[in-house]
């Protein structure tokens, strides 16, 4: 199988506190990993791509400096709310994808709280 | 740039009947992915079927089949014998390549009704 976990499932935070939220790909390596956010009753919206070893590339819009993303090893990638809002209070999920199944696979998301 | 339109925002069919799901794109490529999600009340992503565009047979898996219009750029999901289970939130999305990202469309609510 393909599995991808994230932790935490959820979390509750202060408003100005940094929260981050990790990625695993738990059977294969991903050699990229991407992170959405999703609103409640809305879409995914893609916020950034992360190779293993490289910067990130974030879609237009997404603050660069407020979404960290690290992607340290093929099988992990992190995503580091800084200063959270409560306006950042949202769904996020990861996908790795997998070359031998030319796939994408979806983590189970973390839902952020922010208050 | 590639887009993914769903116009129906939600749907309610009873159980066992068939329902389908409309998905239009747009994309200037000739090659590329397309597939329906389905997205329960857990929020786990589901890969409900997946088309290659350089197929020109239907893709089917089980009681889901999709109708891929090419030239039309139309990509209708079909749910046959419909289950209580099939309630979720269905997206539409686009893929060039494995290594790129996914484009989704805004999402068909389903409702199954007993």
Redesign the interface.
Known sequence: GAVVSQHPSWVICKSGTSVKIECRSLDFQA??M?WYR?FP????M?MA?SNEGSKATYEQGVEKDKFLINHASLTLSTLTVTSAHPEDSS?Y?C?A?R?IY???F?G??TRLTVL | AQTVTQSQPEMSVQEAETVTLSCTYDTSENNYYLFWYKQPP????I?VI?QEAYKQQNATENRFSVNFQKAAKSFSLKISDSQLGDTAMY?CAF?LN??D???????T?LHILP
């Open positions: 050699t990229t991407f999703q009753k809305q879409s995914l893609l791509t769904f999920i996908s994808s070359e030319n796939e994408q979806f189970p998301g | 857990s929020r786990q992503m890969l997946r997206f893929r494995r290594d990202k996914i484009i989704f469309g805004k999402g609510r």
